[in-house]
C-alpha cells in the first residue's frame, strides 16, 4: 500500500531555515509527482509547491518564492522540502502529498498524503 | 484562482444530505476541480478529482457536480463518520489553490 513517511517535527528561530524530508513507499518513486501543502494552526490548507520526482521540474506558490525549495534523491526516493528565513507566521503543519495519477496524467489531485511534519517557529 | 466554499458551517443530523458549495473566481482548466475530507488530528482525504470523479474507495454516498464556475459536494445521507470539514482545490491553473473549508457538525 502506498504511504508517505514523513520527517519529526521541528523548533526553529525566526531567521532560520527548516527542512523537512518524505519517503514514499508502496509505488515507484519516479512516476509521480509530489506537492507540499501546509496548514497553520485552525486554518486551511495552503499549497506550497510541486517537484516531478521523475526529472525534477518544479512548480512553486509565488508567495514562496525564493525562499523554498523542492528536491527529490531518486537513490534513496526521497523528497525534501527547504523553507528558509523563517518567521512565526510559518509555524505550520507541513505534509507532502502524491499526485493522484501518475506522470504525465494531470497533476494535482492529491491522492495520498503524508502524516504531516509540525514546524514550530519560536525566539 | 480563487475558491470561495459556502457556508463555512454546515449543522445537520445524520442521515440529513449535506450540499457543499465551492464557488471559483475563473474557469477551471478541464474541470480539475478537488474535494477533500479532514478530520481533527488527521491529514487530509481525497474524494472527489475532476470535479466528479469518485476516488476508489470512496463511498457513493459521496458525490461532485459542477455548472459553469459553481461546484458542489452532495453527500446523500450523512453517516457519523462524515462529520468533518471539507475542502475544495482547483489544479487547473498554477498556483493551485484551496478554499477556505466547510465544516460539517452534528446539529
Known amino acids: 500500500q502506498v504511504q508517505l513517511l514523513q520527517s519529526g517535527g521541528e523548533v526553529k528561530k525566526p531567521g532560520a531555515s527548516v527542512n523537512v524530508s518524505c519517503k514514499p513507499s508502496g509505488y515507484t518513486f519516479t512516476s509521480y509527482g509530489i506537492s507540499w501543502v501546509r496548514q497553520a494552526p485552525g486554518q486551511g490548507l495552503e499549497w506550497m509547491g510541486w517537484i516531478s520526482a521523475y526529472n525534477g521540474n518544479t512548480k512553486n506558490a509565488q508567495k514562496f518564492q525564493g525562499r523554498v525549495s523542492m528536491t527529490t534523491d531518486t537513490s534513496t526516493s526521497t523528497a525534501y522540502m527547504e523553507l528558509r528565513r523563517l518567521t512565526s507566521d510559518d509555524s505550520a503543519m507541513y505534509y507532502c502529498?502524491?499526485?493522484?495519477?501518475?506522470?504525465?496524467?494531470?497533476?494535482?489531485?492529491?491522492?495520498?498524503w503524508g502524516q504531516g511534519t509540525l514546524v514550530t517557529v519560536s525566539s | 484562482i480563487v475558491l470561495t466554499q459556502s457556508p463555512g458551517t454546515l449543522s445537520l443530523s445524520p442521515g440529513e444530505r449535506a450540499t457543499l458549495s465551492c464557488r471559483a473566481s475563473?474557469?477551471?482548466?478541464?474541470?480539475?476541480l478537488a474535494w477533500y475530507q479532514q478530520k481533527p488530528g488527521q491529514a487530509p482525504r481525497l474524494l472527489i478529482y475532476?470535479?466528479?470523479y469518485r476516488v476508489t474507495g470512496i463511498p457513493d454516498r459521496f458525490s461532485g457536480s459542477e455548472s459553469g464556475t459553481d461546484f458542489t459536494l452532495t453527500i446523500s445521507r450523512l453517516e457519523p463518520e462524515d462529520f468533518a470539514v471539507y475542502y475544495c482545490?482547483?489544479?487547473?491553473?498554477?498556483?493551485?489553490?484551496f478554499g477556505q473549508g466547510t465544516k460539517v457538525e452534528i446539529k
Open positions: 482545490q482547483q489544479y487547473g491553473s498554477s498556483p493551485w489553490t
Open positions: 475532476g470535479a466528479s
Open positions: 475563473q474557469s477551471i482548466s478541464s474541470s480539475y
Open positions: 502529498a502524491r499526485d493522484l495519477r501518475a506522470i504525465p496524467a494531470a497533476k494535482g489531485a492529491f491522492g495520498y
